[in-house]
């Protein structure tokens, strides 16, 4: 358990020191048992967090106690993991370049690399609800559907799943390098696309369907 948790807050750790979060913002859990998540706390220091830090709770929201306040955003961890088995780590950050894609209208293309294209496919978006809310929760919950692995969160932030917590951490960060490369592209003018050939190619070769 002590690993794991110390596996969560090392996450944590990363995610801050990377840039892909401030200082309170974003959240990262962990599914341990059927029924048993380690989350990251609410209001304490993205980029120094420790073990002893990481807080426990039921699928129910039940936080075991004695332990540090688990983040107020655990309802929209626990709808998707509730919702989707496959689904072992969640990470949820305020990264700023994949952030100015939930407040523009404009898409997230991920054709642009063939990287962005093959480890997250095409980005869900889920619509603006307070955080912390059960709408907020079941907005993201919905996007995400049975298959999806990132979100959009409109004028919010992003969140990532994944079978581990690597995977899930390599999706925010393959989001916000996918992010940088969209505004660089659009500065820079003349971008071109992979073909839909080239796509349906990657996403057979990633093991997923179109
Ligand atoms: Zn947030």
Redesign the pocket.
Known sequence: MIAQKQSVADCMNRLYTRGLTTTS??NISLRISGDRILLTPSATDKGAMNAGQIAEIGMDGTHHAPGPKPSG?RMMHLEIYKRRPDVQAIV?A?PPMGSVFTVCDVQLNTRLIAESYAILGEPAVAPYAL?GTGELAVGVADSLGETGVCVLMKN??VLTVGRSLIEAFDRMEVLENAARINLHARLLGGMHQLTDEQCAELAAWAGRHG
């Open positions: 913002g974003g955003e949820h305020h955080t919010h932030g």
